[in-house]
């Protein structure tokens, strides 16, 4: 199946700071992305859908200013974690569809990245 | 109601054994049905899809699909402690966005 690739795995970081994770998909290209956020025990939650050249739509409760998306090329989006608190501390993980490998029809299945584990002190 | 709903176990089942994963979903419209397998720490990969109602089987893996009754499950035959994860049934709702929506998932537990 295709590849998706995640950076940081984990990254700890005082409150108030910033973090940046970064997803990759690297043998195809991807118009878009999903960003979830999964904590302990719990669904995953998706989070944001992030568009290639456009802004990003965001799921109902999902604070876009603190959660910023960003999709510059067809093979990388950013989520970045603004003035993290401990609340934020979760397991988020992005995914994407690889078209070219139904033909171009949309089956929905998706193919996640290793996750980024989020500790905020 | 809950859009998805899976029992969260932990279902433990003897090495060997068949284990029997269940879901149902609300959305009578979906038309695709996902199974992925989460282990701890670790992100969901996909180990099964359905689309008609029937079984599919791929392996060791045989997915079930009820679309009157909304009822999709997952059987692992010769259960091996390798599969101890949790399962996560994602039905993929109608309408044009083609996200599937996670259940919290069945936490299977495979003793030797």
């Known amino acids: 199946g295709a590849v998706v690739s995640q950076h940081p795995s984990w990254v700890i970081c005082k409150s108030g700071t910033s973090v940046k994770i970064e997803c990759r998909s690297l043998?195809?290209?991807?118009?878009?992305m999903f960003w979830y956020r999964q904590f302990p025990k719990q669904s995953l939650m998706l989070m944001a859908t992030s568009n290639e050249g456009s802004k990003a739509t965001y799921e109902q409760g999902v604070e876009k200013d603190k959660f910023l998306i960003n999709h510059a090329s067809l093979t990388l989006s950013t989520l970045t974690v603004t003035s993290a608190h401990p609340e934020d501390s979760s397991f988020y993980i992005c995914?994407?569809?690889?078209?070219?490998?139904?033909?171009?029809?949309?089956?929905?299945?998706?193919?996640f990245g290793e996750g980024s584990r989020l500790t905020v002190l | 109601q809950k859009e998805v709903e899976q029992n969260s176990g932990p279902l433990s089942v003897p090495e060997g054994a068949i284990a029997s994963l269940n879901c149902t979903y609300s959305?009578?419209?979906?038309?695709?049905f996902f199974w992925y397998r989460q282990y701890s720490g670790k992100s969901p990969e996909l180990i099964m899809s359905i689309y008609s109602n029937g079984d599919k089987e791929d392996g060791r893996f045989t997915a079930q699909l009820n679309k009157a009754s909304q009822y999709v499950s997952l059987l692992i035959r010769d259960s091996q402690p390798s599969d101890s994860a949790t399962y996560l049934c994602a039905p993929l709702p109608r309408g044009g966005s083609y996200i599937p929506t996670f259940g919290r998932g069945t936490s299977l537990i495979v003793h030797p």
């Open positions: 995914s994407a569809r690889d078209l070219g490998s139904s033909g171009g029809a949309n089956t929905g299945e998706l193919f």
């Open positions: 959305d009578r419209g979906s038309q695709s």
């Open positions: 043998d195809f290209q991807a118009t878009t």
